[in-house]
């Protein structure tokens, strides 16, 4: 096991694949707060 590897992910991976989804949970929020707010 190489350092940097968590869970099976290397550091870079681990970094793009969280990036993912945080930009996918902000569009799910922009996306849906205009039905809540309205």
């Known amino acids: 096991l190489k350092a ?3 869970h099976g ?3 870079g991976d681990r ?3 969280t990036t993912r989804i945080v930009i996918t ?4 929020v ?7 707010v309205s």
């Open 4 to 6: 940097g590897t968590v």
């Open 25 to 28: 949970l902000a569009a799910l």
């Open 30 to 36: 922009v996306f849906e707060l205009p039905l809540f």
């Open 9 to 11: 992910f290397s550091a």
């Open 15 to 17: 970094v793009e694949y």
